[in-house]
């Protein structure tokens, strides 16, 4: 991805710098050749001629936002069938740069696959690396891997097909690693797996069932670590994550029956945790007008419940908790990401400061990149939200992209007003 040529000054703003650090008012970040020279108060700028200057107009000037759980193919779902073949290769390709497109116009800047149909994320990441199309620089996933029989597998014998598009059926150990190994060629970075079930499939497969064995999950984490891949799993049950924790998973998606041993075991080796938690609140509200039943509906209640309290006790201790989360339901669509971080506010109670640090450092965190970006500090890429208002006294500002004035990344102004 280019970088900006030239020096940019941003002034007339608070500094929020991802570090969940109290934000530094009067600040000013200078950015030059697409890296962050300085951030801090704007007396101790260095006096700059020739710069190209952004007024945050006595606004926000903070990080790039990172999905940590990103679903670029997911359009319009309003069932599980839906996952899988309902369009071409050709048309979710579109759909998934147009995603792609959207989500860097809503301020993220970085974003970490959490599956993806066929290998379109991996093309995605090129497509955006070589600047042929705009979106969040990106940690691809490719195909998932579910235990036969598991929440992923639905089809039923008769019909005769399998889940060619977005999973690999596995039945032991072995097909586990030729799973991972196909995946190795494909290019991807995330091995996603689904150890348990969820609240969509009540009947066989709900919140509190296992969907892969402990040895599958070692399996496909010995083979995805042995060629420098990451592991990443859909855990709901409490046995579940602990078996993910056991295996070795590198973060958690979801977390949510989290017990006293299972925050022990996470907390020794820092696994981040991605809780996607508006999902479920979205489910609630909007699942009656989708026809999902009763049993659903309560199913994603007790599970956002449970997922809320394992997030609030993982923080409280130390934890790593990152923000996205599963947008692409008809009820939960791409381009609402951020009502995450309002959620996490108003719902689990988190501070916007911690909010913030959870989308922005935490995010870089997960993607292994923390050392590029995720943070507004020198050396880093310029990778900045320039918002009108204070996010700190109403979160819900980053959910209006009409509020942004910038959206840049690696100093070139990609999205908000200033890209008009
Ligand atoms: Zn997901």
Not at 50 to 58: N, P, S
Request: a negative charge; one cysteine or more; hydrophobic letters at 40%.
């Amino acid at each position: 991805m280019k970088l900006a040529h030239g020096t940019t000054l941003i002034v007339n703003g608070q500094l929020i710098d991802g570090t969940g650090a109290p934000p530094v008012r009067h600040a000013a970040v200078i950015v030059k050749n697409g890296r962050i020279v300085h951030a801090g108060p704007s007396s101790m700028a260095p006096t700059l001629s020739d710069a190209r200057m952004i007024d945050a107009r006595g606004g926000t000037i903070m990080p790039g936002l990172v999905e940590a759980h990103f679903h670029p193919t997911y359009f319009n779902v309003a069932a599980l069938e839906d996952l899988d073949i309902k369009y071409p290769v050709e048309y979710v390709t579109l759909l998934a740069s147009a995603n792609a497109k959207l989500a860097l116009e809503c301020g993220y800047t970085a974003a970490r696959s959490g599956g993806s149909l066929f290998n379109i994320d991996v093309w995605l990441k090129k497509g955006i690396e070589e600047d042929l199309i705009p979106g969040p620089r990106l940690a691809t996933s490719g195909r998932e891997i579910c235990g036969v029989g598991g929440l992923m597998d639905w089809n039923p014998e008769f019909r005769k097909i399998g889940m060619e598009g977005l999973v690999l059926l596995i039945n032991g150990p072995d097909e586990a690693r030729a799973a991972v190994r196909k995946l190795v060629k494909d290019g991807v970075e995330w091995v996603k797996t689904y150890p348990t079930g969820d609240a969509a499939a009540p009947d066989t497969n709900d919140h509190h069932t296992l969907c892969m064995t402990f040895e599958e999950m070692h399996a496909v984490v010995a083979t995805a670590h042995n060629h420098g891949m990451k592991v990443t799993g859909h855990c709901r049950a409490t046995e579940g994550i602990k078996n993910a924790l056991k295996a070795g998973y590198d973060t958690l998606e979801h977390g949510t029956f989290m017990d006293d041993e299972a925050l022990e075991l996470l907390l020794k080796r820092n696994v981040p945790v991605v809780p996607a938690l508006f999902f479920e609140q979205a489910s609630i509200d909007r699942g009656p007008e989708f026809g999902l039943s009763q049993k659903v509906i309560d199913g994603h209640q007790e599970t956002l419940e449970g997922g809320a309290e394992s997030a609030r006790r993982i923080l409280k201790a130390g934890g790593r908790i990152g923000l996205g989360g599963d947008y692409g339901f008809a009820w939960n669509p791409h381009g609402d990401y951020a009502k995450e971080l309002t959620f996490f506010v108003n719902y689990v109670g988190f501070t916007p400061l911690e909010t913030i640090k959870c989308a922005t450092q935490t995010g870089a965190q997960i993607m292994g990149r923390d050392t590029e970006f995720g943070t507004l500090a020198a050396g880093k890429l310029a990778d900045i939200l320039v918002v009108e208002g204070d996010v700190l006294k109403d979160i819900s500002i980053l959910e209006n992209r009409s509020k942004f004035i910038a959206v840049m990344q690696g100093g070139i102004v990609k999205a908000g007003k200033m890209a008009k």
